[in-house]
DNA sequence: GGCGTCATGTAAAAGGTTACATGATTCC
DNA sequence: GGAATCATGTAACCTTTTACATGACGCC
């Protein structure tokens, strides 16, 4: 049940609407987790009714009215004893790391070029991750943990990125010298 | 779909009852996917009914009765197929990235145990990773590709153990020193 | 006229986990 | 006596995805 314990981690750092949460989540929120629009509302229902969250309704002039929503005291709290309690390591589920291993099955110029689209769109994502780590460093309240944290995920992200970024440059050496 | 693909890929390097199937996915399937054996049990049920794999029963003393599956013609067309058709990037969902974020909630002692308790796990996967590595490298057959595409789906897990280390190694450090 | 953004949700289907069920053997 | 290994499966439950549904505005 970690979906809702993103979702509570999010509206802590940022009050925001269903919508809005929808959307950091679409991006990998953090570069933590993932989750779709139905999800993210279907939580945020049973959220309020624990009394974990609650909203405020704003009307707008021509856009649909939003429901802003804050974390409760009692969210917070139910947050941090989530956070004192260890939780299970994540079960790695990569389809392209079978494709991988199965590799002797694939048409080579078909399967170099799936590894050459990755690459960029992971080469992507870590210049993104970089360019904000610059911001991060740059910014007022280093030292202070509610900066360092999210700086030590993003740091998750940087490294692991990195690694694919190495890994996919050995498997196009392989690919290319078949 | 890809728990099926990744059965099949199992089934493809070597025949083996379901027992013997989710025995190989609990520990990571060749560090790429994880199943339970209900999961197994259930898909291998469908594949056999699509003709993709089949069986022999094999009756055993002692022991109950077990059943061999094999990846068919049909079936190995079928993987073919899927292997040059590109997948989607795999979400990233770590719940342990999301309580990073949210570290300066927690209670310092115990989220630098549950690091340190991390770090060891991960090292030790990367430490038998490495083993296996060692073997392949001396294995006959090097430069076949039949062996060099699992050494490098083996070479995607080694490189990321070996970020989470670096990465494990910056947390503890910044605990230590709160 | 169609697409993208803002904003909410419901419902059905697919994928995955946990509990239940059985039963013999071997090892501590 | 209890736990682990071999070997199969069903059923209930939880989680996640995809499709459906609505509606106004701005942009090309």
Redesign the interface.
């Known amino acids: 049940m970690?979906l809702r314990?993103?979702i509570m981690?999010d509206l802590?750092?940022e009050d925001g609407t269903g919508y809005e949460i929808a959307k950091r989540f679409q991006e990998?929120?953090?570069?933590?987790?993932?989750a779709s629009h139905p999800q993210i509302y279907t939580e945020l229902k049973k959220l309020t009714d624990l009394g974990w969250v609650e909203f405020k309704k704003v009307e707008q002039e021509h856009k649909p009215a939003k429901k802003i929503y804050t974390l409760t005291e009692d969210g917070?709290e139910a947050?941090?004893e989530?956070?004192?309690t260890?939780?299970?390591?994540?079960?790695?589920?990569?389809?392209?790391?079978?494709?991988?291993?199965?590799?002797?099955?694939?048409?080579p110029k078909?399967?170099l070029e799936?590894v050459r689209?990755?690459k960029v769109?992971s080469d992507e994502k870590l210049k993104y991750f970089k360019k904000i780590e610059e911001v991060m460093q740059k910014e007022t309240g280093k030292g202070n943990?509610?900066v360092?944290?999210?700086f030590?995920?993003l740091?998750?992200g940087i490294?692991?990125f990195?690694?694919?970024s190495?890994?996919f440059d050995?498997?196009i050496e392989?690919l290319e010298g078949?």
């Open positions: 970690s314990h993103a981690v802590w750092r990998g929120f953090g570069f933590s987790w993932k917070l947050l941090k989530w956070i004192d260890p939780v299970d390591i994540a079960p790695i589920r990569d389809a392209f790391l079978i494709k991988m291993a199965a590799g002797s099955l694939a048409t078909l399967f799936e689209e990755r769109i943990p509610e360092e944290f999210p030590l995920s740091r998750a490294l692991t990195e690694a694919y190495h890994w050995e498997v392989y078949l």
